[in-house]
């Protein structure tokens, strides 16, 4: 039973447009939510999160918005660089409880 | 450098051997988190441990077994390996034994059974 769901397994953007990567959940007790970034060869590195109080986090070029009515994340990359060329991890937790991962979505982003 | 160390980082070896991935977690650090990351799949936890401790328990199979030591180090021990196990294992920490979710992870060890 997948609780965290990446249904697109690769995104490719034009370089300086905007990557909107989604993400689905089942478990209504996840509190918090956070996305990771995996570069080939390396372990994956926390880059945002929101908790379920808020709907919108922002941090620089990143933004996640939550809907928890619909169950669904979504992380916007504005403008997007090719250097966020990665893999991009959802994931959720509930009080502090054990990570539960997304499949994860390819996103390259072309020059 | 998320200074979680992970040894070996490439380990091949045959169906029903036995091998052990070593973590050293960031300094300061008391949790440890193994997670499996299969073929194109997401992360798996499989365990964590709090200070010497046995934390939370994910899809571990008994074939699998993680300890932590009073150094702090951890050690996750695969037995009778099967051509399944072949995957990416990554170890994390963090500072508390509640998971936030803000996990440092090593590089990962990846396990060839062949």
């Known amino acids: 039973d997948q609780q965290v769901k990446q249904n697109s397994p690769s995104l490719s953007v034009q370089e300086g447009r905007i990557s909107i990567l989604n993400c689905d959940y089942t478990n209504s007790m996840f509190d918090y939510f956070l996305w990771y970034k995996k570069y080939p060869a390396e372990g994956p590195t926390f880059l945002i999160s929101i908790s379920s109080i808020k709907d919108k986090n922002e941090d620089g070029r990143f933004t996640v918005f939550l809907n928890k009515s619909a169950k669904h994340l979504s992380l916007h990359i504005v403008p997007s660089q090719p250097g966020d060329s990665a893999v991009y991890f959802c994931a959720a937790n509930n009080a502090g409880n054990m990570l539960t991962f997304g499949g994860g979505t390819r996103l390259m982003v072309k020059p | 450098d998320s200074g979680v160390t992970q040894t070996p980082k490439h380990l091949i070896t045959a169906t029903g051997q036995r091998v052990t991935l070593r973590c050293s977690p960031r300094?300061?650090?008391?949790?440890v988190y193994w997670y499996q990351q299969s073929l194109d799949q997401g992360l798996q936890f499989l365990i964590q441990y709090y200070n010497g401790e046995e934390r939370a328990k994910g899809n571990i199979l008994e074939r699998f077994s993680a300890q932590q030591f009073p150094d702090l180090h951890s050690e996750l021990n695969l037995s009778s390996l099967e051509l399944g196990d072949s995957a990416l294992y990554f170890c994390?920490?963090?500072?508390?034994?509640?998971?936030?979710?803000?996990?440092?992870f090593g590089e990962g060890s990846r396990l060839t059974v062949l």
């Open positions: 300094s300061g650090d008391l949790s």
């Open positions: 994390a920490s963090s500072v508390g034994h509640l998971n936030t979710g803000e996990l440092f």
